[in-house]
């Protein structure tokens, strides 16, 4: 069973930058595509940023496309997440995860594609 540790959020005014890392362990995590995740309050788990188990490919969601970049260091078991040009509206707590699937191909912008989380790191944007 896979287990992920966010780290790296924390309380930054808007137009700033901040660098989330997630450790995994308990599989071979260059197997597996990495997503990451955010949640408001009062909001659904919204789709932030994938990246394929190669590295070859990542996906974004729009509201952060051309100011996010996802990238992994499979030597290192961690995924990142590089967040620039933080909004206000970018505040919530953001999740890393993993596919339940290994070599998978495609964007998963589903939840439930994914079978393992982290405990997740809260990033609040100040205006």
């Known amino acids: 069973q896979v287990q992920l540790v966010e780290s790296g959020g924390g309380l930054v005014q808007a137009g700033g930058s901040l660098r989330l890392s997630c450790a995994a362990s308990?599989?071979?995590?260059?197997?597996?595509?990495m997503g990451w995740f955010r949640q408001a309050p009062g909001k659904e788990r919204e789709f932030v940023a994938q990246?394929?188990?190669?590295?070859?490919?990542?996906f974004y969601a729009d509201s952060v496309k051309g100011r996010f970049t996802i990238s992994r260091d499979n030597a290192k078991n961690t995924v990142y997440l590089k967040m620039d040009s933080l909004k206000p509206e970018d505040t919530a707590v953001y999740y890393c995860?993993?596919?339940?699937?290994?070599?998978?191909?495609?964007?998963?912008?589903?939840?439930?594609?994914?079978?393992?989380w982290g405990q997740g790191t809260q990033v609040t944007v100040s205006s």
């Open positions: 995860t993993a596919d339940r699937m290994p070599f998978r191909v495609g964007v998963l912008l589903n939840p439930a594609q994914y079978d393992a």
């Open positions: 308990g599989r071979t995590f260059s197997n597996f595509a």
């Open positions: 990246i394929s188990w190669s590295g070859s490919r990542t």
